[in-house]
Structure formats: structure tokens, C-alpha cells
């Protein structure tokens, strides 16, 4: 049987073993996959260990993915370019391909699940981190009319600025959000983790426009339900990225890419009781 697993720290409430379990079932492929606490300061050896027990992929999940990038031997253009990993793969001789998978999890969701179209949309993001680092590039490569990531630090929303340099591009801080409309506000800030909401402007989103929420939860986040106050056309969190990210993963590991209905569906239905 092939081993996967996903390091993080918290890992207790990840959703991603039942996830790849039923992709497997799906798929009709025995694997095994298991979530283990890895503290950053345990990353490397903690690798080691998986590697050297046979592990044939790992999901990498906050605070880890750029340690992961660092790690790998080899990158893909886009986890190159978001200097962060949340997939590696393990060759027959130990050597690690590092890959991002958050960026196209996100625009699948928005464009094929929640029919949200990108192209032509003012489109902003609220955090710096490293989920953002992951979606800038796939959301730039759908042709956005513009982009702008703000940040409480503002410093690192500018650095992303001159990073991915994109004439469309802009960095900021959220007192420079006044005066301005967005089609879809995307929240990549962890704020929702610990029941906050970044200050932000009564009139941002734009008639008809939708907010979408990275982190996701059983009950509406605070930004799920301040899109719900400003009666955005659309106001969801992150359960479908995650499962989409999940099955892009399944797909560089396994060659082979699992129905994602079913499963966003499932996990919807669990919430809700
Ligand atoms: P990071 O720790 O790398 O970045 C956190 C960001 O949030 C920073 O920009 C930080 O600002 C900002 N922030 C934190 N607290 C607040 C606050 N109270 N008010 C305003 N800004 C705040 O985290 P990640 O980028 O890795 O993850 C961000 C979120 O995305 C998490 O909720 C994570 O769970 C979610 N996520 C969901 C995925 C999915 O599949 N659905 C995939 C990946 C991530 P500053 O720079 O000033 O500190």
C-alpha cells in the first residue's frame, strides 16, 4: 500500500485523510493517508522519518510550506513562483518535487463550482501570506481587470507587488481600500481563525459582487457573514478549495482526478447537522 500523509501544526480538525481516503475509494486504489503534528522546529526530521518509511507524498499545511519549499529538489513553475509548497512528491530515490496546489483549488472552485467568473473582474485580497503567495499567479493567469492584495503589514503586501511585478498588480494597506469597489473580495488573511474580520470599508464590495473566504469552518466565519451584510450575490468560505487543492494533489500523485461533488457535497452535509 502507498503511504501519504499531511504535516501541520494544529492538525487535529484536518479534513484531508477522509478526503484522499474517498478520492481512493473513488478511484478504486488502496492507499493510506494520515495527518501527524509537526511543529516547524520537527519539519526536517519528520521528513526524514516519512521518507525513509517509504512515504510516497506529503501535503504540507500552515506553518509549513515554505519550509517544504525549501526542502524539495525540484518545483513546478507555480510553486516556484509562490515560494510556498503544499505538495511534495517522494521518487524511488528519496529526491522531492515540490508543487502548489492552493492557487488552482481556488479558481476551480470560484469558476467551476460557484460559476464566479475571474476575467474582466476587479478582484481583491485581504493577507500576504502564504496562501496568497499560492493564488496570485493562477488568479492573474484568468485575465482579472485588476488585483490588489492589501495587508496589515503593509510592507509585505507591496514586496508581493514587486515580486510577481503584473501591470494589473497592486500591494496596499487596508486604510487605502477607501474609495474603492471590487467585483469578489478574497479573505486570505487567517483573521477568521481566531473570530476576527480585518477592518474594512462599509461600501468595497460592488454591486452584485461576491466575497469568498479561504479558511472555512462549520459555522459562517465573521467575513462569510459580513459578505452577507454588504448582500454579496455570493458569500462562502474555503471548503470547496480545499477539497479542489486536494484533488489536484490526488491527481500529480495517482495520474488519475477524482469526482469532487460528492465530496465537497458530503462535507457540506456533515456541517450542517
Ligand atoms: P499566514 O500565516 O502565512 O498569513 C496570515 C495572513 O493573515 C497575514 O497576511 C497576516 O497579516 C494576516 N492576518 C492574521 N491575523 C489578522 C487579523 N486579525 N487581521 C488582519 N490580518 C490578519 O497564513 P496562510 O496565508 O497560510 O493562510 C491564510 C488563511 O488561508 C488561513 O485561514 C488558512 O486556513 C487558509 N487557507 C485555506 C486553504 C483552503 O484550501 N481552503 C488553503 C490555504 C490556506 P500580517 O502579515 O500583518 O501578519
Not at 116 to 124: F, G, K
Not at 259 to 268: E, G, K, R
Amino acid at each position: 500500500m502507498d503511504h501519504y500523509a499531511v504535516f501541520g501544526y494544529p492538525i487535529q480538525h484536518s479534513k484531508s485523510p477522509i478526503i484522499h481516503q474517498q478520492f481512493a475509494h473513488q478511484t478504486a486504489q488502496t492507499i493510506d493517508y494520515q495527518a501527524f503534528a509537526v511543529p516547524a522546529e520537527q519539519f526536517s526530521s519528520a521528513l526524514d522519518n516519512f521518507i525513509a518509511q517509504g512515504g510516497k507524498g506529503l501535503n504540507c499545511t500552515v506553518p509549513l510550506k515554505e519550509l517544504a519549499f525549501l526542502q524539495a529538489h525540484h518545483l513546478s513553475d507555480r510553486a516556484r513562483m509562490s515560494k510556498a509548497v503544499n505538495t511534495l512528491s517522494i521518487d524511488v530515490s528519496g529526491k522531492l518535487r515540490g508543487d502548489n496546489t492552493d492557487g488552482i483549488g481556488l479558481v476551480k472552485d470560484l469558476q467551476d463550482n460557484q460559476q464566479t467568473p475571474l476575467q474582466h473582474s476587479a478582484i481583491l485580497i485581504l493577507g500576504a501570506g502564504g496562501a496568497t503567495r499560492g493564488i496570485i499567479g493562477p488568479i492573474l493567469e484568468q485575465n482579472p481587470a485588476k488585483l490588489v492584495v492589501a495587508n496589515r503589514t503593509v510592507e509585505k503586501a507591496i514586496t508581493l507587488e514587486h515580486e510577481f511585478n503584473h501591470p494589473i498588480l497592486g500591494g496596499c494597506g487596508f486604510n487605502d481600500l477607501h474609495g474603492l469597489h471590487f467585483d469578489l473580495i478574497i479573505n486570505a488573511t487567517s483573521a477568521s481563525l481566531s473570530n476576527e474580520l480585518p477592518p474594512l470599508p462599509a461600501d468595497l464590495l460592488a454591486a452584485n459582487g461576491s466575497c469568498y473566504d479561504l479558511a472555512y469552518a462549520n459555522q459562517a466565519t465573521p467575513f462569510v457573514r459580513w459578505g452577507q451584510q454588504q448582500n454579496a450575490a455570493k458569500s462562502i468560505d474555503g471548503l470547496g478549495m480545499l477539497v479542489e487543492q486536494a484533488a489536484e494533489a490526488f491527481y500529480i500523485w495517482r495520474g488519475m482526478r477524482p469526482d469532487t461533488q460528492p465530496v465537497i457535497q458530503a462535507l457540506n452535509n456533515a456541517r450542517d447537522v
